[in-house]
């Protein structure tokens, strides 16, 4: 083509030139008639696919080269849970989306966290039913569902005590049906909590056995009211008939109340003939040291002796022939008076004590050797073992710590003395004990009870407890008169013997003017010490004292013996 100058040129502007080979980085130019080419910019584009994570850009040399490109994402294909990524290295791969990123493909409306839009990734996604137990929300592989269960499956909210079982009624709906198992709570345990058609019974319906064990108000057994009370038993002599001189006397059992004496129920009464198994049993209405009464070890009896015979038998400690009879009374008045023993002959049998109701340790005088304390197995026909032959008047035998004891007031042994070792009930006889610092002179004990009051302080003379304190009913001298409180808290320097440790007296409790006692009882009831008492007076009375740390803490005079019915040994209340 001509220039306008008169030249024959191959071009006169760039556009003139032929284009440069596809995907280069060259550039047609028109340089002063001639068309050539040029480089295009460093770094210049060129076409290349896309999604592949590399861009074709120019080098300096004017080559196309490929180069890393993390803009450049591979396409998802519309799949709202996919994105394109590339590799610091450029290579390109579709990843999932978080679990519950947003989408709108299908039903769905989350992402599953592996590429896949679904309706949920859990149940609260979804929509929730009546939103009880028995109508809920759940989601499967993504999908939202209602789940119903069957019919009589529990709910998990129950309302305990209330006689009924929260259910699903299968259609989704909760409902309830009756559990008899199902007990209200009970804050009375001398009352039976019941349901009757799904509804709890109420406080006054029905009370729990007489003596079954309880600790409401105070208590210790129950009444069969369904009041819990704290009760003890007292040997009563006598049916309101005169009593004579030496002359054998029908015998009851009262249970009275602590608090004021009041008396629970019927009084039980012994058998007066033979019958039903049991053979007659009497005491004399006029031997005030017969008629102690003790608890046994377990807690289930309480136990007594006295004479196979008829109310009505004069003399009846010195007659010939006439056995000794042991009288077991439980805590339902259940009484078994089938326990014989030829023993303390021509004289008075006094008290009998026992662990479980199945061996029974006796106590009592006799004209002869016969006396001391035997060992006789219940029911037993008259056989017994004897264990101590002296003293000849034993009485009160109790167990403490699994050891046996008995009083005694005559010659050296004025106290409570520990009878061989354990509950013997095998020969030869033993001589009892008397413990160190107890009196042995002018003291007249009775009965008597050992507590383990004081931490890591006990008489080593206790084979299975550590007992540190005593109470003694005495009715000797002015000295020894009352309840005596006794601790095992002296020293080599005020113990006979000089020995380490022994008993030591404290205070005496008693009515004014002062009495003797014969009968006594004791309960820890909370940080005091409660007794009950009968006195050695003409008309026996009933006292309680409560030994609250007090020097001299006040009697309170309970009940009070007639002519005809006399008081005797007492004892708390047995427990089935």
Known sequence: MCDGGGNCVGCIIDANCPPPPPNSCLVSVCNAGSCGFTFKPVGTPVADALGNCHTVACDDSGNPVSVVDTNDTPSTNGNECLQGVCSAEGVPSLAPRAVDFACTQGTGVVCDGAGQCVECNNANQCPQGNGTECETATCNGGVCDIFRPLAGVLTLTQTPGDCQDSICDGAGHPTTTNNTLDLPSNTNDCRTAMCSGGTPSTPS????????????????????AGNCLLTFNVVRIGDGSPLVGGQSAAVFIEERRVSDGMVIGSPIP??????????????????????????????????????????GQGAVATTANINRLVARVDASGGVDTTTRLTAFIGDNVRGATTQDGSVFWVGGGSSGTSGGVWSVALGSTGAGTQIATTPVNATYPHIFGGQLFLSAGTG?????????????????????????????????????????????????????????TLYIADNGSAAFQGIEKWTYTGTSATCPGAVAACWVRGPTFNLSPAVGYRGLAGLVTGSNVTLVASTADAAPRLVVFVDDGTANPAGSVIGTSTSTQIFRGVAFSPHL
């Not at 507590?451 to 003379?461: E, H, L, M, T």
């Open 205 to 224: 319906t029905p009370p729990k056995p007489h003596g079954t064990t309880c600790a409401g108000n105070n208590g210790r057994t129950c009444d069969s």
């Open 412 to 468: 050296t042994t004025r106290s409570p003395l520990k009878v061989g070792t354990g509950t013997p009930t095998m020969g030869p006889p033993v001589t009892p004990t008397t413990l160190t610092g107890l009196p042995t002179a002018t003291a007249s004990p009775n009965s008597y009870v050992f507590f383990d009051r004081i931490q890591s302080v006990g008489d080593p003379a206790f084979g299975g407890g550590a007992f540190d």
């Open 270 to 311: 012994l058998p007066t003939m033979a019958g039903n198994g049991n053979l007659a049993y009497s005491n004399s209405g006029s031997a005030n040291t017969e008629g102690g009464l003790s608890l046994s070890v377990d807690g289930r009896y309480v136990t007594l002796v006295g004479y196979n015979a008829a109310p």
